[in-house]
């Protein structure tokens, strides 16, 4: 079966600090790539996806990047954290081409900057 | 992908049906209707999805009106674990990346 994970489960950061997390997907391949932010409150905000290695796609101009160096493997960067990057970061996966694919999300990073 | 309208919050007694709409009035001929939940501190959870035809599974069952331009969730009997934020999305077959865009949702509180 197939199963998503994120690391860290919560982290603190200060102001102007860099920015790494990670996702993971075992048990398929080639899958659709997605990380997902949701501020306190506030319903989720789709940041990037990504149908295959190196190939990303931004759907928020922002001080975020992401990268997928191998097929698996999504991560969420950022060189200098704001403290409007705080959030519930999702990390999420599907089959890609059809429309009536499920996504499948991750536990979450919660990130907090001070 | 066309956009769709839900009520803010909801509220039902446990073990009673609850009913959640959305209002999806653009929807085009080729829009699937997926249904996500999201519990306090989770990722979504998929539900439910359908096209034309009403839809059942374990967890809910999905009622689509004649014309398409509005669907209804149904949750049988609710229960203290469904208190939940319930996403209605529209996904198309010409989104590349099958991604997903969320609205803000219903936010469903179960009374105990």
């Known amino acids: 079966s197939q199963t998503i994970h994120q690391w860290p489960a919560t982290l603190v950061q200060p102001v102007g600090s860099p920015l790494s997390l990670e996702c993971t997907v075992e048990?398929?391949?080639?899958?659709?790539l997605y990380w997902y932010r949701q501020a306190a409150g506030r319903g989720l905000q789709l940041l990037f996806y990504?149908?295959?290695?190196?190939?990303i796609s931004s759907e928020v101009p922002q001080n975020l990047s992401a990268s997928r160096p191998q097929d698996r493997q999504f991560i969420l960067s950022s060189k200098k954290l704001l403290l409007s990057d705080s959030g519930f970061y999702l990390c999420?996966?599907?089959?890609?081409?059809?429309?009536?694919?499920?996504?499948?999300f991750g536990p979450g990073t919660r990130l907090t900057v001070l | 992908d066309a956009k769709t309208t839900q009520p803010n919050s909801m509220e039902s007694n446990e073990e009673e049906p609850v009913h959640l709409p959305c209002n999806h009035s653009?929807?085009?001929?080729?829009?699937?209707i997926h249904w996500y939940r999201q519990l306090p501190s989770q990722g979504p959870e998929y539900v439910i999805h359908?096209?034309?035809s009403n839809v059942n599974n374990r967890m809910a069952s999905l009622a689509i009106a004649e014309d398409r331009k509005s669907s209804t969730l149904i949750l049988h009997r609710a229960t203290l674990r469904d208190a939940a934020v319930y996403y209605c999305?529209?996904?198309?077959?010409?989104?590349?990346?099958?991604?997903?865009?969320f609205g803000t949702g219903t936010s469903l509180t179960v009374i105990p």
């Open positions: 999305i529209l996904r198309g077959l010409t989104v590349t990346g099958n991604q997903f865009y």
């Open positions: 048990g398929t391949s080639n899958p659709n």
């Open positions: 653009t929807i085009s001929g080729t829009d699937y």
């Open positions: 990504s149908v295959g290695i190196g190939q």
């Open positions: 999420a996966w599907g089959a890609g081409g059809r429309p009536y694919n499920e996504q499948f």
């Open positions: 359908g096209l034309t």
